[in-house]
């Protein structure tokens, strides 16, 4: 049967999985099927800032190399997955804030260091960046992190601007969940996108997560929300999709499972710049969701032993 990377490649998309170094590293048959089916890759972990500079000043960009390499061999493209997050910091920086060693002036240093040290590490080798993730809160107002309490709106722009400097060749992203459709939250990143794009600052992209749970049903007006950032003159992107269920897993949860996962595919392809769709793991066996949404699962394209499950099937035949 045809991979689904090459249909993707027939329709100007690139069809992407989040990547599991541990998993890459010790099971052939993830390695293969990471290798025949996509055309993108994004770092799981291995990109973010506590993977990437454990110890103050020491960087570690091993494992995320080995990612880019992976790639490189594939042909695949990689999505630079995260630069300024609230969660996954190093243990470091959350003490130093906490207890005051590091100011409000030391912060937006390191963060500008952090920012430019990681992206010209991989300059000319990632398409996408998601540059700041998860900055809003399901009210749509400024996440309460360490970055808004020390600096100030204004680290958004600078977060751009420096990624920017580092690798002029890299599409800038915002990226976060509950986005798909329009919504409080999604239209609070688009007034962000129309400001920033106004001040001429780089943000290119919108991406849109696509953490999905088929209980919720499937949210309203998506490809209305695709369309409104494109209007901007921005690349969308689903960027980390997977669709939930209360287990155990039975056919009809799998049937709308996969019609969650068809009619986001549908509407990236109806909008002309949705670029990429990527999902957050392509297999059940290595799956976030049961460690972190207690009694769910099953939310993958395949199952725990690689077999495709009916979400694939649609996947290929929507493509
Ligand atoms: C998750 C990973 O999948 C887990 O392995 C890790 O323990 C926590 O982070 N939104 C994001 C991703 O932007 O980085 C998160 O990834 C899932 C939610």
Redesign the pocket.
């Known amino acids: 049967d045809t991979p689904l990377r090459a249909l993707a490649d027939r329709q100007d998309l690139r069809i992407g999985t989040?990547v599991?170094m541990n998993a890459l590293a010790d099971d052939e048959q993830y390695r293969t099927i990471a290798a025949r089916e996509f055309s993108s890759v994004t770092a799981?972990?291995v990109m973010?800032w506590e993977a990437v500079e454990p110890q103050q000043g020491v960087n570690d960009f091993t494992q995320a190399d080995a990612l880019v390499d992976f790639a490189h061999r594939n042909k695949q493209a990689v999505r630079g997955?995260?630069l300024v997050?609230h969660?996954?910091l190093p243990a470091w920086l959350t003490a130093g804030v906490a207890d005051g060693s590091i100011d409000a002036t030391e912060l937006r240093r390191i963060l500008h260091d952090h920012i430019t040290t990681t992206v010209k590490h991989f300059k000319g080798k990632i398409y996408q960046w998601?540059v700041v993730?998860?900055i809003f809160d399901d009210n749509a107002q400024l996440r309460d992190s360490i970055w808004l309490q020390q600096l100030g709106p204004s680290y958004i722009a600078d977060a751009f601007r420096w990624a920017h400097a580092a690798d002029p060749g890299a599409k800038l992203f915002l990226?976060d969940?509950n986005t798909e459709g329009v919504n409080a939250k999604s239209t609070a990143y688009y007034e962000l996108a129309k400001e920033l794009r106004a001040q001429g600052v780089p943000v290119q992209g919108m991406g849109i997560?696509g953490?999905l749970d088929i209980q919720y049903g499937f949210p309203g007006d998506v490809q209305d929300n695709l369309e409104r950032f494109s209007a901007l003159g921005m690349q969308t992107a689903f960027t980390?999709v997977d669709v939930r269920m209360d287990l155990p897993a039975d056919d009809a949860k799998l049937t709308r499972q996969a019609d969650d996962y068809r009619r986001l595919v549908q509407a990236c392809l109806n909008v002309r710049r949705c670029t990429s769709f990527t999902v957050?793991?392509y297999t059940d066996k290595y799956s976030?969701i049961p460690?972190?949404f207690t009694g769910q699962g099953a939310a993958n394209l395949f199952d725990e032993v690689f077999a495709v499950k009916p979400a694939y099937t649609t996947v290929r035949d929507t493509l």
């Open positions: 989040a599991d799981e972990n973010k997955h995260t997050w969660n996954q998601d993730n998860e990226n969940y997560q953490h980390e957050w793991g976030w460690g972190v």
